[in-house]
């Protein structure tokens, strides 16, 4: 199922970054401590922890990424030490930064990182702000979109405004 | 923000939930000078800020209490009963009150309810009638624009429609509804305290699905509509003000001033001719007991030693399960059909009120599974699917008898952040309790029998909880010597102080408290007014 601009609209509704529906969404990090580099390993994240039928992740997470934290730097601030103390770990144990990891050692570093288990804390210890400012922040940016809720079975996921009609429908 | 006292004012609302925004906003449209004196903050009004706040409450980083700002030394309490009770999580300090993270549902209580002690021997009359109320009622229902039908047949006699169409019943609903037909049991449509039309800009329900604890479309109503709208037409709120005490005149008969504290440290008094207590079920009595003086060593309006007293609540029962087929839950955060028909009591008295809610929002939602698991990818994806989409759950409100010994009394040791000794919560279940959620148990299993759900949960009398309405802490009566206020909600002692809140409720029924919170609000402001 693909990710739209639909969907990135949607998630970055759900988080309280003012944008409309004219936003021009840009892919450009620019300026700011989520920069390229920061935008890459989430989108290696989000290549992990979304369910394989999601299409088009790296369009929508470089662009919700990068939205998401205009004009929050003390959150942006949050995603960049995650994203510094996760590739200190994968340096650590698969000598190289997350982003560069193939998926199976990726899966294998978050795996051994015990970020799966971790409780989300974005003041915790380091693998339960990874778990809050990477994985969480990823999986609440698919889970209130239409079609990541879609995907789970649900049209209008709770964080979407998606109306007061598909309660009322039985199922297809 | 100047927090210095108005040179000048006719009232003086400690409070700025429903009841103090409701009375302001009535006083003030009247031609009188009102001042609101709030505990806790102002909080953003704009949507980015409640969107963000809606984000904390699906997150599970940020714990419950955090998604208004609740704890801390401002607000710590004990809980010495013999049941637990989590009061911070049924609060909240701020402009609009605890309306900021309550459900929004708004029932009229029956005309049972106010002679219930007459009816059936338990409980206490209250001193005025449905009838007295009636008109109220409805004032309160278009000041909220209540979402409802007049569809219900338990229902105590209306004059009117609802000022906004009810909300339509949901899928599962449907399903509810042909098991509850098979067994006799009536359902209908619940009013809503939020908009399913428009209005005076705010927005219909968009259907966010996170109602309790906020609302980012401002559809389901909170007190800041009031308080805001009273503000424009020349109220004064002052936030982030904690009345520490109330002050009387030599005769003890007439309060003269409300003592608050800012945030820099510095300590005022307010005066007004009229005060209003309006700071809710606990706050209300904790302020009187706090305001002992000379003439009056147990606390203010206490003469009847029955401030803080008579303390209760509603009790959550409920079952739930799943189906072998989908039941569409968690689209929206409200529910849409209920049954009253076990709400009013048999006259002998052998259990309370039951009021049964069909919930929309069984089971866990997708996104809260996805943020809570220890999985990710298509394992996560295929454990979402598995334990969504068939869940249904039946809850009910149950009454709790009003008994002396459940109350609010101050902490003999423990003080707040400005050494006041903080409310100490008295609870506790009675067998009589007990046995109506036994009774409420059996009516929703056979309702899940007949629907032919697989019954995983049952909330009953060992691990029932509060529904966190703070009621009969205050009471009202005709007796002095029984009551703390009067039927126009003013102390029987001090001819200038009226309490609004669900704190003066003899009995609660089983209704969400916030219509008669609300009607009892307007009314007392016809008599402040009258007064002035």
């Known amino acids: 199922m693909e990710l739209t601009r639909r969907d990135v609209l949607a998630a970055l509704a759900a988080s309280g970054a003012a944008v409309g529906a004219g936003i021009s969404l840009t892919s450009d990090p620019g300026e700011g401590s989520v920069g390229e580099h920061e935008v890459a390993t989430l989108v290696a994240v989000a290549h992990l922890v979304y369910p394989s039928e999601v299409e088009g992740v790296e369009s929508f997470v470089r662009r919700y990424s990068i939205e998401r934290v205009r004009d929050r730097p003390e959150y942006a601030q949050g995603v960049a030490d995650a994203v510094a103390v996760l590739d200190e770990y994968s340096r650590t144990w698969a000598d190289a930064d997350f982003a560069d990891l193939d998926t199976e050692r990726a899966d294998r570093t978050l795996s051994g990182f015990e970020v799966d288990t971790a409780d989300p804390d974005p003041e915790g210890s380091d693998r339960e702000r990874v778990r809050y400012y990477l994985v969480n922040e990823l999986l609440y940016a698919l889970f209130s979109t239409p079609t990541g809720g879609e995907i789970a079975g649900i049209e209008n996921p709770q964080g979407h405004p998606g109306g007061t009609t598909s309660y009322q429908r039985g199922p297809e | 923000m100047n927090r210095t006292p108005s040179e000048r004012a006719d009232v003086c609302i400690v409070g700025a939930g429903p009841a103090g925004g409701l009375m302001a906003d009535r006083l003030v449209s009247r031609g009188h000078d009102v001042v609101v004196l709030e505990a806790g903050p102002r909080f953003d009004a704009d949507y980015d800020d409640r969107v963000q706040r809606m984000e904390r409450s699906i997150r599970p980083a940020h714990g419950p209490d955090s998604v208004w700002e609740m704890g801390g030394e401002r607000d710590a309490y004990e809980s010495t009963g013999e049941k637990y009770y989590p009061l911070n999580a049924a609060r909240v300090k701020g402009v609009g009150g605890s309306t900021l993270h309550w459900q929004g549902m708004v029932m009229r209580l029956h005309e049972q309810d106010f002679r219930l002690e007459s009816e059936t021997g338990v409980g206490a009359d209250w001193p005025i009638a ?112 904690p009345v520490q005490r109330l002050e009387h005149d030599d005769a003890g008969e007439r309060v003269t001033a409300a003592v608050y504290a800012t945030p820099n440290g510095e300590e005022h008094r307010q005066e007004a001719r009229e005060f209003v207590l309006a700071a809710g079920g606990v706050e209300n009595p904790r302020l009187l007991l706090l305001s002992e003086s000379e003439q009056y060593p147990d606390g203010l309006a206490n003469s009847s030693g029955l401030v803080g007293k008579f303390f209760h609540d509603h009790l959550f029962a409920g079952a739930g399960g799943t189906l072998d087929e989908p039941t569409r839950q968690n689209h929206v955060g409200f529910n849409t059909t209920e049954s009253h028909q076990f709400y009013d009591q048999p006259a002998d008295g052998s259990r309370g009120a039951i009021k049964l809610e069909f919930l ?30 068939t869940h249904v759950a039946v809850g009910a409100l149950v009454e709790q008898e009003p008994r002396e010994e459940n109350r609010i009394r101050l902490h003999t040791e423990r003080t707040d952040d400005h050494g006041n000794p903080v409310p100490d919560v008295v609870w506790s279940l009675s067998n009589h309790e007990r046995r109506t959620i036994e009774r409420a148990n059996e009516i929703q299993h056979r309702i899940l029998d007949e629907l032919g759900a697989d019954v995983e949960w049952t909330v009953g009398p060992e691990n029932t909880g509060p529904a966190f309405h703070h009621m009969g802490t205050t009471r009202m009566g005709e007796d002095p010597e029984s009551s703390v206020v009067d039927a126009q909600l003013r102390t029987h002692d001090l001819g200038n102080l009226t309490v609004a809140s669900s704190s003066v409720f003899p009995t609660g029924g089983a209704m969400n408290p916030t219509l008669t919170i609300a009607a009892l609000a307007l009314k007392a402001a016809d008599h402040v007014d009258e007064r002035l």
């Open chain 2, 360 to 389: 929309n929002y069984a089971g866990p939602s997708p996104v809260e599974m996805a943020l809570g698991g220890d999985d990710w990818g298509d394992a996560m994806l295929d454990r979402i699917k598995e334990n969504y989409g």
């Open chain 2, 130 to 241: 449905y009838d007295d109320l009636q008109s109220y009622y409805a004032e309160a229902e278009d000041e909220l624009g209540v979402a409802g039908a007049s569809d219900n047949p338990f229902a105590p006699p209306r004059e009117q429609p609802h000022p906004q169409p009810a909300f339509e019943p949901s899928y599962s609903d449907s399903l509810f509804a042909e098991a509850c037909e098979d067994l006799e049991i009536g359902t209908h449509s619940v009013p809503n305290a939020r908009l399913s039309e428009g209005r005076e800009g705010r927005s219909a329900c968009v259907g966010y699905g996170t109602c309790q604890p906020v609302c980012p479309s401002g559809a389901k109503y909170d007190a800041t509509v009031h308080v805001e709208r009273a503000e424009e037409s020349g109220a004064r709120i002052v936030d982030r003000a």
